[in-house]
């Protein structure tokens, strides 16, 4: 992959975005599920503006705090965390410590470049109105208590995702299921959707082949087949085409290319 990749708004981020601001809407706790590789991190990731969130609250000294900030760090409201796949203990800690940080560049930036008069909060939750944490499935129900505990002290809402069937584990636990307003699942692509990304957002998945490299509509009916709409499936089965025209020195994809490439990969193939 020599291109850089970038996110497609789908029709499932769209729905999902929605899910995000009702969420956000009516402070409550929203449930997300969807199978694994169709989007849910790198969805929560964009509509929380994380890589760039990421970078500004890494900051290694007092000094840097909020330099590289620019307005987009006022408008951001959604932290974003990815519960630990052990020792889960320190999660509300961490929690706090990224909302702090986040608070703190915000604050920093209203006062180095904004020239404002500004007050620093002690409260981790100021300026957040949604949190977002992934790999719920990880979570035992101690640490599921403390999440809700975290809602319940503070006024934000806050979203979980995890993988389908986690909605019936958390019915298991009444206190936080009755806290749970939305549950949204997050579907895979719909054939004409992934036929058009396929057609016209080439580019934006970061691959080098292009559209004429296609023999014919048959190969591109088959990728479609193979990956049955799945996004992490669609990014690995062209990885292994452009290998394999690479290395037969071939410039068209055809038939037998993505078939060869199918058979290269240990994913998701029925
Ligand atoms: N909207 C998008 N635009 C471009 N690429 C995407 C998009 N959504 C997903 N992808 C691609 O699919 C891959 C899998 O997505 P992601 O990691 O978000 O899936 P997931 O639903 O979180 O899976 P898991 O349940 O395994 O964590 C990404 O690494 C990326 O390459
Ligand atoms: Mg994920």
Redesign the pocket.
């Known amino acids: 992959m020599n291109k850089p990749?970038?996110?497609?708004?789908?029709k499932?981020?769209k729905r999902f975005a929605e899910f995000c601001d009702a969420c956000i809407k009516y402070k409550y706790i929203g449930i997300c599920y969807?199978?694994?590789?169709?989007?849910?991190?790198?969805?929560?990731r964009?509509y929380s503006n994380w890589d760039y969130i990421e970078k500004q609250i890494a900051y290694k000294r007092a000094d840097d705090i909020g330099i590289h900030a620019d307005s987009r760090i006022l408008n951001s409201r959604t932290l974003f965390y990815t519960a630990p796949a052990v020792k889960a203990t320190k999660m509300t800690s961490d929690i706090t410590l990224l909302g702090s940080k986040f608070g703190v560049v915000k604050t920093s930036y209203k006062a180095k470049f904004l020239n404002q008069e500004v007050k620093y909060s002690m409260d981790w939750a100021e300026g957040i109105d949604l949190v977002i944490v992934?790999?719920i499935d990880r979570l035992k129900m101690q640490n599921l208590e403390q999440l809700r505990d975290m809602y319940d002290r503070n006024d934000i809402a806050m979203i979980l995702?995890g993988?389908p069937g986690i909605e019936k584990r958390l019915a298991r636990y009444p206190q936080l299921y009755s806290r749970i307003g939305f549950a949204h699942e997050?579907d895979k692509l719909s054939k004409d959707e992934t036929h058009h990304i396929l057609q016209y957002k080439w580019e934006?998945?970061g691959f080098s082949i292009k559209m004429e490299d296609f023999s014919d509509y048959e190969a591109i009916s088959s990728i479609i087949r193979i990956t049955g709409g799945n996004?992490?499936l669609?990014?690995r089965l062209f990885s292994q085409i452009e290998r394999i025209l690479e290395i037969n020195q071939l410039d068209t994809i055809t038939t037998e290319v993505v078939e060869a490439a199918r058979d290269s990969l240990v994913i998701g193939i029925k």
């Open positions: 990749k970038k996110f497609i708004e789908t499932e981020y969807g199978l694994p590789g169709v989007g849910k991190t790198l969805s929560s964009y992934d790999e995702i993988m997050f934006e998945l996004f992490r669609i990014q």
